[in-house]
């Protein structure tokens, strides 16, 4: 009797639970659910099924705030990495990211990886705003200072960018990338002597990630720092996921300073590793007055561009002359 009456009172509970959450809820709390945890967080076997198991957790109900937004930021770094058109299709990035804010509203990690998206899309008042809602809730830290620079340098806010980075330099010594936004903005303040010593502050700073080598060498180059600017564009082809474009500066800054063997074996590298093609130097020699036909846009043709004795000798002539540059419209 005792029995029956312990098996009622279980089938109301049961009966409770499934009306006040609901099937899904009741299975998402019965769910042991450390595997997706860990395809999603830690090993799985290929993206796919790391976004797969992040999609589980992220819709089954057994996980809200900080670990919903931890997961919705997992996710969307997945797919952001992947750059698989059908993840992206399927989850799209900032989707993800407005989604974690609401789980979590009160993570600064959640505002700083939003404004580090809009700022990837070039939304630099959108990226200040997100970087704004970040410092208001980790005031001291310096980082966020500097993406918020970066970020109203980008939406023409010069002072205001000047201010946010010079705390940000002061608050991380050694950091190059916000030594080089200062930089920049310096630049763009009209500025030279400020932007001069930023950029050579940048320049001895060891570890330097490559896409701030490569604003280093930009920099230096078009200030006639040629040498700095060859170093600088030589530690972006060191680095294994480095662009053609690292080569066509280093090309130049070799020839400005008049080491045309040099930059010729740097166009060489470049044809050998597939990054700047022949199609692609050719539109160069053409756009200075080296060769004489038309500019091939479409990218199949320009992988399809041959060696020719002819292009063999102006891209001769032009290293002898010292690699000039196409004239500016």
Request: proline fraction near 4%.
């Amino acid at each position: 009797m005792a029995f029956r009456r312990h098996q009622h009172f279980v089938l109301l509970a049961a009966t409770a639970a499934l009306a006040a959450f609901g099937p899904a809820a009741v299975h998402a709390q019965t769910i042991d659910w450390a595997a997706q945890r860990q395809a999603c967080f830690g090993v799985a076997e290929s993206d796919r099924a790391a976004v797969a198991a992040c999609t589980d957790l992220i819709q089954s109900g057994a996980i809200a705030g900080a670990d919903l937004a931890d997961a919705l930021l997992r996710r969307a770094a997945i797919v952001a990495q992947t750059a698989s058109p059908l993840l992206a299709f399927d989850h799209p990035t900032e989707d993800d990211l407005l989604a974690a804010a609401a789980a979590d509203p009160g993570s600064a990690e959640v505002w700083r990886q939003l404004g580090l998206w809009q700022l990837g899309q070039n939304q630099g008042g959108a990226a200040a705003a997100h970087f704004t809602r970040a410092l208001e809730i980790a005031p001291d830290d310096a980082d966020l200072y500097g993406l918020r620079g970066r970020a109203l340098l980008l939406d023409g806010a010069i002072d205001a960018a000047l201010a946010d980075l010079a705390l940000a330099v002061a608050g991380t010594p050694g950091n190059a990338a916000h030594l080089t936004q200062l930089g920049l903005a310096h630049a763009a303040g009209g500025n030279e002597p400020g932007a001069i010593a930023a950029f050579e502050a940048a320049l001895t700073i060891a570890d330097r990630a490559p896409e701030v080598s490569a604003l280093l060498a930009e920099a230096m180059f078009q200030r006639g720092h040629y040498a700095e600017a060859l170093a600088a564009y030589r530690e972006v082809l060191d680095h294994p996921d480095h662009t053609g474009t690292a080569h066509l500066g280093a090309a130049l800054s070799a020839c400005a300073l008049g080491r045309a063997e040099e930059a010729g074996a740097t166009i060489a590298q470049s044809l050998d590793r597939l990054l700047f093609t022949l199609g692609d130097w050719r539109n160069m020699l053409l756009a200075t007055g080296y060769l004489e036909g038309a500019v091939v846009t479409d990218p199949a043709a320009v992988s399809a561009v041959e060696q020719t004795p002819e292009f063999d000798a102006a891209l001769t002539r032009w290293l002898d002359d010292g690699c000039p540059t196409p004239p500016k419209d």
